[in-house]
C-alpha cells in the first residue's frame, strides 16, 4: 500500500497570503487528521475529519480551516498568514477501529515558512 | 495543551547501550502510543500499549504502562546510531475519536 502523501512539501507564503495543503491517505482509511509542529509548541492536534465530516477540532483560530472529499483525501487552508504559522503541518490517516485504538499513520508533512 | 511529558528531553548515548525514556501524562486514557520522528519529517509509528497493559514488547523496544502513576517508558535496547531520532508518546481518548495528543519528546543521540 501506499503511505500517506502530502503535497507541497515545501512552501513559502508572505504575510497575509492564505495556503493550501493537500493529504491523500492511506487507501481504505477514511479518517484524516491534521497536526502542526513548531518548535516552540511542539505537535498540536489541529482537526479530525471523518466520511467528510470535521469530528473533532483543536484549540486553533477560525483562519485554520479544513475539508474532506469522498474519496478521503483532505485539505486544509490557513488563511491571513502569520509570522507564526510557520510550521511543519503533518497530516496521518488512520482506519477507525472501536475502543479509541488509533495507530496513525504520518505523512512526510509539508514545511510552510510565512516571512 | 500537551498531555504528555516526556523525560529526558534530551539524551545521549553510544552504540550498545540502553536508552529509557519516560513519558508522563495527565488524564485518563484509552491507549498510549509511542512515535519516531529523523530530522524534522513525518512520525513513524513504533508501539501501542492499551490501558489494560503493562508490558509490551517489539524487537529492541519494550514499552511499559503504569495507569495509577500515569506514566510509561521506552526501552530501546542494544541502540544502534540509526536510532537517533526525536521519541514521542502520545494519548488517545476514550472516544473513539482519532486525536493523538503528544508531548514534547525526547530527542535521542546515538554515537557510533
Known amino acids: 500500500k501506499a503511505g500517506v502523501t502530502q503535497t507541497p512539501r515545501y512552501l513559502i507564503k508572505t504575510r497575509g497570503q492564505q495556503v493550501t495543503l493537500s493529504c491523500s491517505p492511506i487507501?481504505?482509511?477514511?479518517?484524516v487528521s491534521w497536526y502542526q509542529q513548531t518548535p516552540g509548541q511542539g505537535l498540536q492536534f489541529l482537526f479530525e475529519?471523518?466520511?467528510?465530516?470535521?469530528?473533532n477540532k483543536g484549540n486553533f483560530p477560525g483562519r485554520f480551516s479544513g475539508r474532506q472529499f469522498s474519496n478521503s483525501r483532505s485539505e486544509m487552508n490557513v488563511s491571513t498568514l502569520e509570522l507564526g504559522d510557520s510550521a511543519l503541518y503533518l497530516c496521518a490517516s488512520s482506519s477507525r477501529t472501536s475502543g479509541g485504538l488509533n495507530e496513525q499513520f504520518f505523512g512526510p508533512g509539508t514545511r510552510l515558512t510565512v516571512l | 495543551s500537551q498531555q504528555g511529558e516526556e523525560d529526558p528531553q534530551a539524551l545521549s548515548i553510544q552504540e550498545g547501550e540502553n536508552a529509557t525514556m519516560n513519558c508522563s501524562y495527565k488524564?485518563?486514557?484509552?491507549?498510549l502510543q509511542w512515535y519516531r520522528q529523523n530530522s524534522g519529517r513525518g512520525l513513524v509509528h513504533l508501539i501501542l500499549?492499551?490501558?489494560?497493559?503493562r508490558e509490551k514488547h517489539s524487537g529492541r523496544l519494550r514499552v511499559t504502562l503504569d495507569t495509577s502513576k500515569k506514566s510509561s517508558s521506552l526501552l530501546i535496547t542494544a541502540s544502534r546510531a540509526a536510532d537517533t531520532a526525536s521519541y514521542f508518546c502520545?494519548?488517545?481518548?476514550?472516544?473513539?475519536?482519532?486525536?493523538?495528543?503528544f508531548g514534547k519528546g525526547t530527542m535521542l543521540l546515538v554515537s557510533p
Open positions: 500499549i492499551r490501558s489494560n497493559e
Open positions: 488524564t485518563s486514557i484509552n491507549n
Open positions: 475529519y471523518f466520511s467528510e465530516t470535521q469530528r
Open positions: 487507501s481504505g482509511h477514511r479518517s
Open positions: 502520545a494519548t488517545g481518548r476514550n472516544s473513539g475519536y482519532s486525536t493523538l495528543t
